[in-house]
């Protein structure tokens, strides 16, 4: 183990802390579509990334959060370049992602790790622990100096024993294996990792282990992260920065105090309204801004504000024009015309809570 | 009708067991409680503590064998456990019904969704084939899903996950059951989309005056929700009590870890470190001796937890029931007490 560092203060003016210095990633108008198959229109496309932006300074997480199909895993893949953009650009420690060559992005690669949900189905079953681990150090090569104990110090950093190094992925548990995937993102010594649902497959008493060792790795390493999530509980807690997304778009984008505390679009309300509170009191004394109807088809997403066919407050400049992202006021980036700060997660005081009598 | 204050549904002592090459698995080891109309009764648990066979065991929808149940389920006063399968198929679908997690694997993707909600209608009542298809439409409307008279005649694929889910509702409710038992009904949908059918199965209850037994492994629905707790840990009863006792003065170590371990959203500071469990959820064919929770608890004495099972004893009034010989100490301690105790970075100790 390293020596003890510092967990830095979060929640803060982020960008603040290292002004002037570039931000390690820095992500413009990414936009992805995807062909869709048998369509008889050849021209029907999934349009699943549209126009993403955001800067990521070094050291600090930033939460990508949003429902199943808003385009957060996709830009996730699209920054790493496991897929390819449509359009826009992608700039990692000042170097452009998006037209590197394949040698120049193998020598990135080295440096940007990913993270998935599923660790089983990432892990290969037929090759041991420590074989695993080795892996990216060997098509690296990196494994003849030092390799071996390179592997060990990884295994024990992520909370496992050497003497497990032997052992198949089935005989760990679900917690123990997504530290096995997260050992062998760190194995090249990487300055990002994109973690796409790292802990929602794990039960609670489990996940919060797997947090907390993420959290210490970041401290530890210095470790950039971007992290993909529809938890909003774990995201609150781990990150930052947070950006919201909605049908391939980003509506509302801050600091964590700026999202969760300020949130200023209807769809972050409605989000943050609708996560359930581990506290009777507290829970039944919130008001739920229940949204009707499902998300659209991002086949052919709705005209002007891609929420306005959910949205409380749409009105007809919703239809016709789209509203950028950009400060109204609020403080922070919010995609909507009628932007309107409302802590939707402590609408009750707690004092006031705490003082109820009991029935 | 069962009689005027008594429990809609009584279990006593109900069992479980798997009979496999491995060795015998006791999924679920002894559960009671009752269940009264109007009452939403929460069973919260991780994978694997039988909170799902529990639901199963009360319909006989487990296959036997291998699985063997004995115990008590009175339904109304009448013991469900080891009912002919006709007569259970009465009680199922008409008096009990069940929703599950996913609704794609309980639906037939071959037949509309209008045809698969009559037809829990013609099984159970005596109407005829257009009343039975006017029931249905009548249920979805009721459930929120838009134009139900056009898409009652869908299928299963052209809906959403959250409109499947509602059709699953639909069908639950189509034959006003007294007691709807849901099975992490939400887990597979959008947050968002939760907030609808959770609100749907709320205002249902209340206009039915039925009652909800609910599975989740989720705390802040069971905030939101129950009248009730059970919490299982290893295919028991580790707790059980009013929701506000269970939440503000838990007496069981594992409520209070599960409780330590949960990142809020409502989290002001959100720095707090969460505090996991250590070590991971036993074997049900070897379970620990003692104590199942004793290899993993923060407050055992191990001359006592691993040797004396403790029983689910009340505490603090007849309502609340904790298994735990230390109770007492729990009781005085707040999940948040617990993560200030958590080592940062400098010192992280290897986890599961």
Avoid at chain 1, 37 to 44: E, F
Avoid at chain 2, 7 to 26: E, P, Q, W, Y
Avoid at chain 2, 254 to 266: E, H, M, N, Q, S
């Amino acid at each position: 183990m390293s020596a003890p560092a510092a967990i830095e203060p979060k929640g803060g003016p982020g960008p603040a802390a290292t002004a002037g210095a570039e931000p390690l990633l820095q992500v413009r108008d990414l936009v992805k579509h995807f062909p869709v198959r048998g369509s008889l229109l050849r021209k029907d496309e999934v349009h699943a990334v549209c126009g993403v932006s955001f800067d990521l300074d070094r050291g600090q997480t930033l939460g990508l959060v949003g429902e199943s199909g808003c385009g957060k895993s996709t830009t996730g893949r699209l920054v790493l370049r496991l897929l390819e953009a449509t359009s826009g650009s992608v700039r990692f420690d000042g170097a452009d992602v998006l037209g590197a060559s394949k040698r120049e992005l193998r020598s990135m690669r080295r440096r940007m790790q990913m993270v998935f949900q599923d660790p089983f189905g990432s892990l290969n079953p037929r090759m041991t622990v420590r074989k695993i681990v080795a892996e990216p150090l060997r098509i690296h090569g990196r494994f003849r100096n030092g390799g071996q104990a390179r592997v060990n110090e990884l295994i024990e950093r992520v909370g496992l024993s050497v003497e497990q190094a032997s052992r198949y992925p089935h005989e760990f548990s679900g917690g123990q294996r997504q530290r096995i995937g997260i050992a062998r993102a760190l194995a090249l010594d990487p300055d990002l990792l994109v973690l796409d649902e790292p802990v929602s497959a794990l039960d609670v008493s489990i996940q919060a282990g797997v947090v907390n060792l993420l959290e210490d790795l970041q401290a530890q390493l210095g470790l950039t992260y971007v992290f993909i999530a529809h938890d909003l509980s774990v995201v609150r807690h781990i990150s930052d920065q947070v950006a919201v997304m909605y049908l391939g778009r980003i509506v509302e984008r801050g600091t964590r105090d700026d999202v969760y505390k300020r949130a200023a679009h209807p769809y972050t309300q409605a989000l943050l309204s609708a996560v359930p509170v581990p506290d009777p009191d507290r829970e039944r004394a919130r008001r739920r801004l229940v949204l009707k109807g499902d998300v659209p088809s991002p086949i052919d997403p709705p005209s002007g504000c891609r929420f306005r066919t959910r949205c409380p407050k749409a009105q007809e400049v919703c239809a016709t024009e789209d509203p950028a992202l950009v400060n109204r006021g609020q403080g922070h980036p919010v995609a909507c015309h009628f932007a309107e700060v409302l802590d939707v997660v402590n609408p009750v005081p707690h004092d006031r809570l705490e003082t109820r009598p009991t029935p | 009708m069962e009689a005027p204050g008594q429990a809609l549904l009584s279990v006593r002592d109900l069992h479980a067991s798997f009979h496999t090459d491995a060795g015998v698995v006791k999924a679920v080891d002894g559960v009671s409680f009752d269940l009264r109309r109007g009452e939403v009764l929460a069973v919260v648990g991780e994978s694997g503590s039988g909170k799902s066979v529990t639901a199963m065991s009360l319909l006989g929808l487990l296959p036997s064998p291998p699985a063997r149940v004995s115990g008590q389920v009175l339904w109304k006063g009448r013991d469900l456990v080891g009912l002919a399968e006709p007569e259970m198929r009465k009680v199922r679908g008409a008096e009990i019904a069940m929703v599950f997690q996913d609704p794609m694997s309980s639906l037939n993707p071959l037949h509309t969704v209008g045809r698969q909600i009559a037809e829990v209608v013609r099984l159970h009542t005596t109407s005829s084939k257009r009343q039975a298809w006017e029931r249905a439409i009548e249920m979805m409307d009721l459930v929120g899903i838009p134009q139900a008279r056009r898409r009652a005649k869908s299928y299963p694929h052209e809906f959403s996950g959250g409109m499947r889910q509602r059709v699953m509702i639909a069908i639950a409710l189509a034959c006003d059951p007294d007691l709807l038992i849901a099975d992490e009904p939400t887990t597979a949908l959008d947050v968002t989309i939760q907030a609808q059918v959770l609100e749907l199965l709320q205002e249902t209850k209340e206009r039915t005056s039925s009652a909800i037994l609910l599975i989740t492994h989720d705390l802040g629905i069971v905030a939101g929700m129950a009248d009730e707790v059970l919490v299982m840990y290893a295919g028991k009863v580790v707790e059980r009590g009013p929701a506000r006792d269970v939440f503000y003065r838990s007496r069981h170590p594992y409520t209070l870890g599960l409780l330590a371990a949960l990142p809020r959203v409502d989290d002001e500071a959100a720095d707090n470190r969460l505090r996991p469990i250590e070590g991971t959820p036993p074997s049900l064919i070897h379970v620990p001796s003692g104590c199942s929770f004793h290899p993993r608890c923060s407050f055992r004495r191990l001359e006592t937890c691993s040797v004396d099972e403790p029983p689910l004893a009340a505490h603090g009034g007849e309502a609340h029931r904790a298994a735990c010989h230390f109770a007492e100490d729990v009781v005085s301690v707040a999940p948040a007490d617990l993560q200030r105790s958590v080592p940062s970075a400098a010192a992280a100790a290897p986890g599961p």
